[in-house]
C-alpha cells in the first residue's frame, strides 16, 4: 500500500503564490507518473499538471506559464509551485500517482487552495 500525504494549501490573494508538496511512502518499488488534479465546487476533477519519471511535463492549458510540476525521485515527491494565483484556481488539489510493476494508482487525501479576488 502507499500513502500520500499532501501539504501547502491555504488561502492567498489573487496574484500571490503557493508552493504545494506530496510525500509518496510506504510499498514503493518504483513510482511512473506523478501528477496533481483539482477539483472545484460542483465541477469534475481536472489533471493540472503531470511529470513522468524521466521528467517529461504536461500542463492543463488554463495553468501553462504560471504553475510548474516537479519531483525528487530519490525521495518520492511531487511538487506544484504555483504563481500568479487567480480566483478560478480555487479547488481542492489532489496528487495522484503511478507505480510499477503494476501501475496501481493512488489518490492523495487533498488540500485545499483558496484564491480571493
Known amino acids: 500500500q502507499v500513502q500520500l500525504v499532501e501539504s501547502g494549501g491555504g488561502l492567498v490573494q489573487a496574484g500571490g503564490s503557493l508552493r504545494l508538496s506530496c510525500a509518496a511512502s510506504?510499498?514503493?518499488?518504483?513510482?511512473?507518473?506523478m501528477a496533481w488534479y483539482r477539483q472545484a465546487p460542483g465541477k469534475e476533477r481536472e489533471l493540472v499538471a503531470q511529470?513522468?519519471?524521466?521528467?517529461?511535463?504536461n500542463y492543463a492549458d488554463s495553468v501553462k506559464g504560471r504553475f510548474t510540476i516537479s519531483r525528487n525521485n530519490a525521495k518520492n515527491w511531487v511538487y506544484l509551485q504555483m504563481n500568479s494565483l487567480k480566483p478560478e484556481d480555487t479547488a481542492v488539489y489532489y496528487c495522484?500517482?503511478?507505480?510499477?510493476?503494476?501501475?496501481?494508482?493512488?489518490w492523495g487525501q487533498g488540500t485545499q487552495v483558496t484564491v480571493s479576488s
Open positions: 511529470i513522468t519519471s524521466g521528467g517529461s511535463t
Open positions: 510506504g510499498s514503493i518499488f518504483s513510482i511512473n507518473a
Open positions: 495522484y500517482v503511478v507505480t510499477l510493476p503494476y501501475r496501481a494508482n493512488y
